[in-house]
């Protein structure tokens, strides 16, 4: 595959590439009497031209590493201009050596969380497309088609990560992904993103993410394939309102927050998580031996609109070896689904006791009431059925849980790393992670039942002596 370089446009060939490298870092750094010079220097066409010259003003971690690669990651803290490089980048790979000459890439994606956050951030914001394009090179927006339109033909077209299925079909040779790493169904929409990624000789992808726990940005991470810049919040200063730095430094300086959303950090583990990766990592089993009691657990969602929280469904089993302190427990699959409707979850529930010969459904009810069993008893009247209700608050459960991870007593089958990124963001100051954990508290009811309350039957002498 030939070395592959950034498109040159009219403007960036007013000064040599090595001129403008050079020249930001000197003028940037020299008195104003000096900065005058430059500027008078400048013919009328290179004045107009210079504000839209990035490889003039760019930082080294918004200029893409050189060599093949598929994927350009840019992993940095809140304002260190991500989102400029990725519109910069989408620049240099739409447009060509004349307004209506064609790019390196005539069909784009533009994927955020939201279709609001692509319209708004990606497209029209500060440092957005919009923003950064010349005027003769401004690409037309079509709100209906949710499409941009370049002057030489090339599209891009906008999509929301909500939405995975919306990636069937679809094809294109360049894609911008921005803050992949909070996506709530983040791993869904890339692996679609990856059957789109299909157009032209060397189709490339840009991500660019805040750093945060999640599985498909550790595994995008760990590919051959993909490159990396990174930059602290405190890199693009010079454009930052003043005091920013000082007030989110005084707030947040030295904690694992402000590591991650400051300093642009990708945390191995979040400080006071319950559960770390290495621990998960270790518990891994190929598959789980015949459990002598399997449950599922639900945590219900509070409502079942799209971007509601999830409902957790979780199947666990457990080996009655020995006296109750020697049992082991296998977490065999998360079943949980996104944005359903009461009868949904409550299907893929039963669906899932069917699948492992579950002896019971266990419910969370803060939220439902008797209306949790009612739907369950909709779907399925004769199900083995036990409700629960929280009397103490997430962290507090969790922790008698995580006690048992750490004894060694329960193991994982593969492919849970969705419920994984979830434990390793839950501290013992709360949910590290957006949203619910609503994995992570199906997960707690199911060890309950399993675990911890025949360990406190057990326990009670009266009830022990009964046996």
């Known amino acids: 595959m030939p070395d592959k370089k950034k498109a040159t446009t009219p403007q960036t060939s007013i000064l040599t ?41 760019a930082l080294p971690h918004q200029v893409p590493p050189a060599g093949d690669w598929r994927t350009w990651v840019i992993l940095g803290g809140r304002g260190a201009g991500k989102t400029r490089a990725g519109a910069e980048w989408v620049r240099t790979m739409v447009e060509g050596p004349t307004p209506c000459a064609p790019g390196r890439a005539r069909r784009l994606a533009l994927v955020a969380e939201t279709m609001e956050q692509a319209r708004e951030v990606m497209v029209f914001g ?15 927006w079509i709100a209906g088609r949710r499409l941009l339109v370049w002057p030489n033909g090339a599209q891009a077209y906008l999509y929301s990560a909500h939405e995975p299925e919306s990636l069937r079909g679809p094809q294109f040779d360049a894609l ?42 550790r595994d995008l991470l760990e590919r051959d394939s993909t490159v990396t810049t990174h930059a602290p919040t405190q890199a693009n200063r010079a454009n930052l309102a003043e005091g920013f730095l000082e007030e989110i430094e005084a707030r947040y300086g030295g904690t694992s927050l402000g590591r991650q959303e400051i300093d642009g ?11 770390s990766q290495e621990q998960l990592l270790s518990a891994q089993v190929d598959e789980a031996p015949v459990c002598d009691r399997v449950v599922v657990a639900i945590d219900p969602p509070g409502s079942s609109h799209r971007g509601s929280d999830a409902c957790g469904i979780v199947v666990a089993g457990v080996v009655m070896q020995g006296p109750v302190q020697d049992w082991r427990a296998y977490v065999i699959e998360d079943a949980s689904i996104q944005g359903a409707r009461p009868t949904d979850w409550a299907k893929a529930a039963i669906g899932a006791m069917h699948r492992h ?39 507090a459960r969790a922790e008698p849980v995580a006690a048992l991870y750490e004894q060694g007593r329960v193991w994982h089958a593969r492919g849970l790393g969705l419920l994984e990124d979830q434990m390793c963001q839950m501290t013992t100051r709360g949910f590290a992670g957006t949203g619910s954990p609503d994995r992570v508290d199906a997960l707690v009811w199911a ?21």
């Open 17 to 57: 590439p090595s001129a403008l490298r050079s020249g930001a870092n000197l003028i940037a750094s020299a008195k104003p009497c000096q900065q005058s010079e430059f500027l008078d220097a400048l013919t009328p066409a290179q004045a107009l031209a210079l504000p839209y010259l990035f490889d003039f003003w």
């Open 126 to 140: 500060e440092s957005g497309i919009m923003a950064v394009s010349p005027p003769d090179r401004r690409p037309e």
């Open 176 to 217: 911008w992904a921005d803050e992949l790493a909070k996506w709530r169904k983040g791993q869904a929409a890339w692996d679609m993103l990856q059957f789109c990624l299909r157009l032209g000789d060397d189709p490339r992808a840009c991500v660019t993410t805040t750093p945060r726990w999640a599985k498909v940005l």
């Open 265 to 275: 950090v990708l945390l191995a583990d979040i400080d006071g998580a319950l559960w």
């Open 357 to 395: 010969d579950a002896d019971r459904l266990v419910a969370e009810v803060n939220q439902g009431g008797e209306m949790v069993e009612s739907v369950v008893r909709q779907v399925d009247p004769l199900v083995p059925y036990r409700s629960v209700h929280a009397s103490k608050g997430k962290v």
């Open 447 to 467: 060890l309950y039942d399993l675990m911890i309350e025949p360990a406190k039957t057990w326990s009670n002498p009266k009830i022990r002596g009964l046996g």
